[in-house]
């Protein structure tokens, strides 16, 4: 019996077009190179800020 893994490419889209945005926004408001790199790697880890902050917001409501 062979195991055969499925998945869906449409996470994969939108993790990449949500990266892409992000990059765009974070390096565009870089005042430096060095900001502008610090957005990058900013834009790499987009949805650890996105989570951080819903989980913030609902965790005040409580």
Same mark, same amino acid.
């Given at each position: +019996? /062979?195991?055969?893994?499925?998945?869906?490419? %449409?996470?994969?889209?939108?993790?990449?077009?949500?990266?892409?945005?992000?990059?765009?926004?974070?390096?565009?408001?870089? %005042?430096?190179?060095? +900001?502008?790199?610090?957005? @990058?790697? /900013?834009?790499?880890?987009?949805?650890? @800020?996105?989570?951080?902050?819903? @989980?913030? /917001?609902?965790?005040?409501?409580?």
């Amino acid at each position: +019996m /062979k195991n055969k893994a499925q998945s869906c490419g %449409t996470s994969g889209a939108v993790y990449g077009l949500g990266f892409i945005g992000a990059a765009v926004y974070f390096i565009s408001h870089a %005042t430096g190179f060095w +900001m502008g790199v610090i957005g @990058f790697l /900013k834009a790499i880890v987009w949805p650890a @800020f996105l989570v951080y902050e819903a @989980f913030s /917001k609902l965790l005040e409501t409580v």
